[in-house]
Structures are given as structure tokens and as C-alpha cells.
């Protein structure tokens, strides 16, 4: 039986053996690659981490419970190959309006991540300065860590700002809407 990139049927899927071995050694290479990739040249050239690298590491450390406490994220879908979707969660900080509640977010990737950020739009209602209060959707240039880019941030960098907004003057005592509300 043949196959062919025009009829996108391969001869495996997401769900095959062949494509979790081939996840699988991806994952054992990311951190190989992370060794090599992150260093200079000899001349002093700095080697450009691959969007899919970047976005392997950020999943494995996240899998691996090694990222900031308080914050949680993932992928949408274990099968999504090109890792643009993403869910999140932000537990409230402790002394503010957010405290013991549980936000849940979700993250886009597109094909320019990491040189620009990714998307970011709250499903959980919240009222904080830097989210549109109609659609959730976190407003770039009012969150430092976006406005501010480089592609050496990560998704978790994106949420640690969101966290730390929580605690400003201006958010933490602000009123909320009622818990488990959704934009």
C-alpha cells in the first residue's frame, strides 16, 4: 500500500506506535539539543533554538512539574504535532481578590513563536487591568512580559507576569466577577 503527502494519510498517526517512539526520542533529543544549541560559536554566534525545540522544552518542564508553583500548563491535545495549543492555570496569589481561585487559560503558539509572543486570552471571567473584559483576551502592551518580548521568554514567563499583575496596586483589591464565570 502506497502513501502520499497529497492524500495527508500516513502510515501512522498520533496514535500509533511509530508516532509516540518518534515523540518519545524528540523528547530525549530536546534535552540533548538544549546542551548544544544554547551555547556560542567559537566566533561568538549565537545558535537560534527551533520554534519546536523551544516549545518541547517548555511542555517537558511543565510535564515534569519543574516550572513555577501556582501555575499549571499543557497541551490541548497530546496529538497536537505542531504544539500551538495550549491550556494554563493560574491559582490565585494569596493576600488579593484572586486568592484560592483557579483560572484557567488558553495559549496559542502560531508560527512565529518564540520571536513574537504567544497568544493569551483568559476563559475564567476576570477584572484585571491588562485582560479585555469582553473577550478575555490578555492585551499585549499593557503586560510587561509582552510588551517587552524576546524569544528567550516562554509561556511561563507570560503567566508569571499575569501573577505578579495580580499583586499590584491597581488589580489586587479589585472586585471580581462571580466565581466560575466564563468570557
Known sequence: ????????????GPQSFIFRQLLQILLVFSSIIR????????TGEVV??????KLLQELEKSEKGLGEMGLSMGLVDPSDT??????????????????????ELRIHC???YPSSPPDVR???????????QTTGKVIPSKLAAMRNWDRNKGIEDVLIALRTEMCTDPNRRQRQ???????
Open 1 to 12: 500500500e502506497s502513501y502520499s503527502i497529497a492524500n495527508c494519510n500516513p502510515p501512522f
Open 35 to 42: 546542551a548544544i544549541i544554547m551555547q556560542r560559536t567559537p
Open 48 to 53: 537560534i533554538v527551533p520554534r519546536n525545540f
Open 82 to 103: 505542531f504544539l500551538s495549543h495550549w491550556n494554563a492555570g493560574i491559582l490565585g496569589p494569596p493576600g488579593t481578590a484572586f486568592m484560592d481561585r483557579f483560572y
Open 110 to 112: 502560531n508560527d512565529k
Open 122 to 132: 483568559f476563559i475564567t471571567r476576570i477584572n484585571i487591568s491588562c485582560v479585555e
Open 177 to 183: 466577577p462571580p466565581e466560575g464565570t466564563t468570557f
